[in-house]
């Protein structure tokens, strides 16, 4: 394990510029039968670990983002109270902190980075939390999108560790819509010729910014345009809003084979493909022990509240709680002050409750 | 006017064999100042217009439909009957058959061929009605998708001319998501560098298969592929699908500067900038004097029912039908026997009633 800090300020303890830790996997077998060499899971701790290591909470990272995008929802006061509990935002392979195309040395690297399924990336997790820090059980798994997915994989992976789930904005099994969404997003930025099959030495922009533009229309509801609340947000035309935030969250830091292969991973997301589940994602949902609070947004265009409504349906558990609203996918992004407190107020109320 | 074969086959009265016939409207100036010089409006006609003139309807096509891919709404027994109806069926600008930048002269082709607003696609369709054919009063006026922007805007355009009106799966406006929607389309089509700007002389193939991947998740719902509902297609598998049907789609006679200036004309269509009407969608809604039946898809992604809803509500005599199921905006394609079956009872009925 190393430390690793982006700047020399230690006075940092959130966002981009605090140090945050990276724990060695070492080798490691993923489920497609490739070898990851020297793999990395870079993670951001909040909190204390208590003694007897019973206030832990894993909250992984989503589609492109880094452990200091998770920190909105973390923060004394809220449900996910460093105060009281010991947060551990593990960042997803391929986001460019963990091992990712970007960072992996040759001959891993760029368009031969492997293929990482949602099972490897708890996988690798689940040795953090129990080889390095000790922990056995955990109050809360929680995240956003491909963190909900993640959420899912933690309570099917390791039914008996997991106390309470609370994916918000995802879910168990990516939908076949949301995976033509997804091939999309992958044609716009591919056909870049720039991009040169993931063999480019500067990042291809006009695929990146195509991108973006094609995920601008599923980011935010049909209403959220109309109503024009990317005002809210700071931007002052619909233009100032593609350009400023979408090109601006496509090129921050954004690599085009992270993206690549944080989408194949989302794609092939399903916790049924987990090993014993037989592709059974009914099956795999019925395992689940956790108490979760399933929350998917009113107007989500690629993760709608029927799919969750099936999932809650097959899971022991369960509640659906909808996100009321128009902001759609980003209902769960921490950009509006409503949707954070519903949020909140949710994970607030599921951690007080029995876990049985 | 002159008219075209295709092949020699006289033979063929519909299809995409079937002779058409083509209206020289001369030199045009448009409504952005430009003038499109020798000016074409390809167009095909069904059934016989009666010595008063009384039983016109005017069926306009869509993006990159052209004529004969309206046909399946047309048929003896149908509404749009041609033992009882005349029925016109205009082809966009842009669309191939009409003026378009794949078979303009130079220099006002490929790249370019001037901005078109709904607009002038109307004002010409309006001097072939009254120019050539001597029709006054128009029966219906119905259309899909950009289809139904143009009936809107021959409501507007013409409110003393048109008696009645059915749009359905468009609007009177392109909202501000939808214009979204289709940036996400144009950017993925001109990031393949062999498009050029437009300067192409073969079809720039990966951008318009990924324009064609972007859409596919637009044009149907979630639930529709969530049920696998292109196996009723004929189609084998999803990737099946986006290959033979939005890809063949994409490059089925189509070509890019063709699709990118029916783009523009649909991400700029609003009723409201008709001259006389300010620029107030809500105005020009008022001014329609048809009777119209607007028929959302129930869920059409990109015009959805509550846009219609407002529509309605600032029309004189309109009322709001949705088009149950899921599939999406492709509720209007033509695609499946329920749906055809629920708007062309509709179409009965409208043109049953009187019109005011």
Known sequence: MSEHAITGDEEQSTGPLAPYQVYELGDVVLQSGQTLRDAKLAYQTYGTLNPEKTNAIVYPTWYSGRHWENEWLIGPGRGLDPEKYFIIVPNMLGNGLSSSPSNTLAPANQARFPNVTMFDNVAYQHQLVTKHFGITSLELVVGWSMGAGQTYQWAVSYPDMVKRILPFCGSSRTSAHNRVFLEGVKAALTADAAWGNG???????????????????????????????????????????????????????????????????????????????????????????????????HKDLYFPPEDEAWAVKHMANAELREIPGVWGHFAGGGVNESDIEFIDKAVKELLVSPAD
């Open 199 to 297: 063999w480019y030495t500067d990042q291809p922009q006009l695929g990146l910014r195509a991108a973006a533009r094609v995920y601008a229309g599923w980011g935010f509801s049909q209403a959220f345009y109309w109503n024009e609340l990317w005002r809210e947000m700071g931007y002052s035309s619909l233009e100032d809003f593609l350009v400023g935030f979408w090109e601006g969250f496509f090129l921050d830091g954004r690599d085009a084979n992270n993206l690549l292969t944080m989408l194949w991973t989302w794609q092939h997301a399903d916790v049924g493909l987990t090993p014993g589940m037989d592709g059974d994602t009914m099956k795999a949902l019925k395992s689940i022990k956790a108490k979760g609070v399933v929350m998917p947004g």
